[in-house]
C-alpha cells in the first residue's frame, strides 16, 4: 500500500479513508465477525491512517453474527502505548449490535472517545467534531 491508498476491502469490511483523519469501516452483511478479521481490519486502519491522529466510523449491518471471542478480547490493546485513534463512533442498525458494543467497552475501557449511534449521519457529524483541529 502507498500514501494514495483510500480504500481496502478486507475479508469483513470495506475500509475507506473518506477525509483526512477518517477512515470509514463497514462490515459486511453475511459475514462472520472473529478475531481474525478485527486483527485484519486495525492493519488496515493504520495504513489507511498513515501513522497519523484519525477518527473511525464503523457500521454494523442488521443480524451481523459474530464468534463469542470477539467481545472477550480488547482488539485496541496492541496499540495502546501508541494509540493515534481519537475517536470511535459505531453505527449498530440493531438492537444485539448495539448491546455487543456496549458490553465490550464496559469490559475494555479506552482512552479514546467513543459513542453508538443508530444514525449514520448524526455519527458522521459528532465524529468530525471530534477530530483535532
Known sequence: MN???????????TMERV??????????????????GFEEN????HTLAEDRPHAMLSVFPEG??????VTTHDHFKPEKEKLQLVALAVVAHDTLAGTVVQLFFSYFPQVF?????????????????????
Do not use: C, M, Y
Not at 3 to 12: H, P
Not at 19 to 28: S, T, W
Not at 64 to 69: G, K, M, R
Open 3 to 13: 500514501a494514495t491508498t483510500t480504500l481496502i476491502e478486507t475479508r469483513l469490511a
Open 19 to 36: 477525509a483526512p483523519g477518517l477512515i470509514v469501516q463497514r462490515f459486511r452483511s453475511g459475514v462472520k465477525l472473529d478475531r481474525e
Open 42 to 45: 486495525r492493519v488496515a486502519r
Open 64 to 69: 451481523i453474527d459474530f464468534d463469542l471471542a
Open 113 to 133: 472517545t467513543h459513542a453508538i449511534f443508530e444514525n449514520e449521519a448524526e455519527a458522521l457529524s459528532w465524529l468530525r467534531a471530534q477530530l483535532p483541529g
